[in-house]
């Protein structure tokens, strides 16, 4: 079955991201030499989850109170609330209040401070 591989996050100011995204969740980005597109790591090879890249937007932002209709990529976070706090912090907005999922954990979702939507998930700690 094929799954998802990569991720891409348009940017209309692409240094204004690369710094929300490594303040906010310590990834890192290196600039190809060839063309304006940056790799992004969001972890060690070991580690679950995938990798990204980050690429100029052609046209502007998307539009405020647009409804969801397009692909959310979700992370995986600890400390919830604090990173709902850096990203006001760090000129990002919250598109969508925390809320319990029962059974797995709290969700929240942002938008970045160039507009791009983002779920932050924070799972539930098993009970022993």
Avoid at 24 to 51: C, H, N, P, R, V
Avoid at 81 to 106: N, S
């Amino acid at each position: 079955m094929p799954k998802i591989t990569r991720f891409e996050i348009h940017a209309t100011r692409p240094a204004q991201l690369i710094d929300f995204y490594t303040e906010l969740l310590g990834w890192s980005f290196q600039k190809l030499e060839f063309m304006d597109y940056w790799i992004i790591t969001t972890g060690s090879a070991e580690e679950a989850g995938m990798g990204g890249g980050l690429l100029p937007r052609r046209g502007g932002p998307p539009l405020e109170m647009q409804s969801v209709n397009s692909f959310i990529c979700t992370v995986e976070v600890e400390g919830l609330d604090a990173l709902v706090e850096k990203t006001l912090v760090l000129g990002g907005v919250i598109a969508l209040p925390q809320m319990d999922i029962p059974g797995m954990g709290r969700v929240a979702y942002i938008k970045d401070s160039d507009g791009n939507l983002l779920g932050l998930l924070e799972l539930e700690k098993p009970t022993i």
